[in-house]
């Protein structure tokens, strides 16, 4: 009985290191929720541009991109960047469910790598928009 628990131990690890190993960004890409927050307090956001790939544009200063999920969407952001510099950092968010299950970020995310943008970033919000940014009072549309 040991020795299965251990087995499905060791392969539930392993599919969850796999999981977590397979994600196309890096720890440099994610970009956290009061790092934001403060530059757009500070109005240090000049060379930046904030996409919403989810429901809603909540964070004040981001553009509505729609659920990246639906390929219209994802063609929308496409043109959207074409004109946008590659150097342009790009912060990318969704915040409808928690980071590790979100339908949209990785679609989103992966645009951006595959048009050459090099500094893309996806801002980390392990909960919610809600959790993690509106109940922080952090700045919202108005």
């Known amino acids: 009985m040991k020795i299965k628990t251990f087995l ?4 539930f690890l392993s599919g969850f290191l796999n999981a977590q190993q397979s994600e ?5 890409q994610l970009m956290k929720t009061e790092d934001l927050a403060l530059r757009i307090s500070l109005a240090q956001t000049d060379d930046l541009l ?8 909540l964070i004040k200063g981001s553009v509505d991109m729609g659920a990246a999920r639906d390929a ?6 496409r043109k959207y960047l ?3 510099p590659r150097e342009k950092e790009v912060v990318i968010y969704c915040g409808c469910c928690p980071f590790s299950r979100c339908p949209n970020i990785r679609p989103a995310f992966s645009l951006l790598v ?7 970033k996806l801002l980390d919000i392990p909960q919610n928009i809600r959790v993690d940014w509106l ?3 952090y700045p919202v549309q108005e």
């Open 24 to 28: 196309s960004w890096n720890e440099n």
């Open 114 to 120: 595959e048009m050459g943008f090099k500094n893309p």
């Open 8 to 11: 499905m131990t060791m392969i």
């Open 135 to 137: 109940t922080k009072n």
């Open 50 to 57: 904030i996409l919403s790939v989810g429901p809603d544009a």
């Open 82 to 84: 074409e004109d946008v």
């Open 72 to 77: 219209e969407n994802l063609e929308k952001m």
